[in-house]
């Protein structure tokens, strides 16, 4: 089958591309390659990392969109964020073109939501992931909450088939900054996933007083022996999980999806459920479907 478009999500750590037929099916696809902070160092920069990755598909006039980090200031070309609210047609009519030696790529713009106002927020690559979801169900006019776990999780609404608002919580870089960097860390070692240690720590994640104080709570449990070693990376994943869906989730009624990859959405759909929430997660390649959505849209395709 002739490929008539080359979709990539882009991200800080990680690099997923599809190349893809007229009807949008997967010809081929790859999830190895350089984050956008490895490849801007690598030779070449950016233009090398993606002909290392998939330069055999590069050419014949098929064209390139991607998404995701690599069109923020640290990426390849940097995007504009579009205010709310968005849908396909938004995003689709905001691409921005670059010509580059390998053929033309379509980057694909970023959102904001209050711009304005004293607390902005930010995203790139998850309004991808949102409409490839409504555009999967088919859900012209859907309206909903979705949850999308990641180093900054994103809390979105989506009204009228348009994503309408969301917040930004940073979980899971300050997860990694606990574990890595932090006192707590150095009493902590690897080990498989503790699903017991997970469900204290949503306990704790759960309950009242102020949240620097319940992390402390991690390094005295497991000084005075109460929490093991290997224990303590999922009792505060699942602290900072459980303090996050507690903020940021709907009334139990309220349904929520979760789009997001492995462990770490099935982390988020147990905190869900333990709050009495209605969770799912949805199906994988959500990124691919977005940007193919939105290359349909704006008829580079």
């Given at each position: 089958?002739?490929?008539?478009?080359?979709?990539?999500d882009?991200?800080?750590?990680?690099?997923r591309?599809?190349?893809?037929?007229?009807?949008?099916?997967?010809?081929?696809?790859?999830?190895?390659?350089?984050?956008i902070?490895?490849?801007?160092?690598?030779?070449?920069?950016?233009?090398?990392?993606?002909?290392?990755a998939?330069?055999?598909?590069?050419?014949?006039?098929?064209?390139?969109?991607?998404?995701?980090?690599?069109?923020?200031?640290?990426?390849?070309?940097?995007?504009?964020?579009?205010?709310?609210?968005l849908?396909?047609?938004?995003?689709a009519?905001?691409?921005?073109?670059?010509?580059?030696?390998?053929?033309?790529?379509?980057?694909?713009?970023?959102?904001?939501?209050g711009?304005?106002?004293?607390?902005?927020?930010?995203?790139r690559?998850?309004?991808?992931?949102?409409?490839?979801?409504?555009?999967?169900?088919?859900?012209?006019q859907?309206?909903?909450?979705?949850?999308?776990?990641?180093?900054?999780?994103?809390?979105?609404?989506?009204?009228?088939?348009?994503?309408?608002?969301?917040?930004?919580?940073?979980?899971?870089?300050v997860?990694?900054?606990?574990?890595?960097?932090?006192i707590?860390?150095?009493?902590?070692?690897?080990?498989?996933?503790?699903?017991?240690?997970?469900?204290?720590?949503?306990?704790?994640?759960r309950?009242?007083?102020?949240?620097?104080?319940?992390?402390?709570?991690?390094?005295?449990?497991?000084?005075?022996?109460?929490?093991?070693?290997?224990?303590?990376?999922?009792?505060?994943?699942?602290?900072?999980?459980?303090?996050?869906?507690?903020?940021?989730?709907?009334?139990?009624?309220?349904?929520?999806?979760?789009?997001?990859?492995?462990?770490?959405?099935?982390?988020?759909?147990?905190?869900?459920?333990?709050?009495?929430?209605?969770?799912r997660?949805?199906?994988?390649?959500?990124?691919?479907?977005?940007?193919?959505?939105?290359?349909?849209?704006?008829?580079?395709?």
């Amino acid at each position: 089958m002739t490929a008539r478009l080359i979709g990539i999500d882009w991200g800080t750590s990680s690099f997923r591309a599809w190349r893809m037929d007229a009807a949008g099916r997967v010809l081929d696809s790859l999830d190895t390659g350089p984050g956008i902070l490895a490849a801007g160092q690598e030779p070449g920069g950016f233009p090398g990392a993606l002909e290392r990755a998939v330069g055999p598909w590069l050419g014949r006039g098929v064209p390139v969109i991607a998404s995701g980090m690599i069109t923020s200031r640290n990426g390849w070309v940097e995007t504009p964020y579009l205010p709310l609210p968005l849908d396909a047609a938004a995003l689709a009519g905001a691409l921005v073109r670059h010509r580059a030696r390998l053929g033309d790529l379509h980057f694909v713009c970023g959102a904001v939501d209050g711009a304005d106002g004293p607390a902005p927020d930010v995203m790139r690559g998850e309004e991808t992931e949102i409409i490839g979801h409504l555009a999967a169900a088919g859900h012209d006019q859907a309206q909903g909450l979705f949850v999308l776990p990641g180093t900054h999780s994103k809390w979105a609404q989506v009204r009228n088939g348009r994503l309408a608002g969301f917040r930004s919580v940073m979980t899971g870089e300050v997860f990694a900054l606990l574990r890595d960097r932090s006192i707590l860390g150095r009493l902590a070692v690897p080990g498989p996933f503790d699903a017991q240690a997970f469900m204290r720590g949503l306990d704790a994640g759960r309950a009242q007083g102020p949240l620097l104080a319940r992390i402390f709570a991690a390094r005295s449990l497991a000084l005075l022996e109460r929490l093991a070693p290997a224990q303590i990376a999922d009792y505060l994943s699942g602290l900072l999980i459980g303090d996050e869906v507690a903020r940021m989730a709907p009334p139990p009624q309220v349904p929520v999806m979760i789009i997001g990859r492995g462990d770490l959405a099935e982390r988020y759909r147990i905190a869900l459920s333990q709050a009495g929430g209605a969770a799912r997660i949805a199906p994988p390649g959500m990124a691919r479907q977005g940007l193919w959505t939105i290359a349909r849209k704006a008829g580079i395709v």
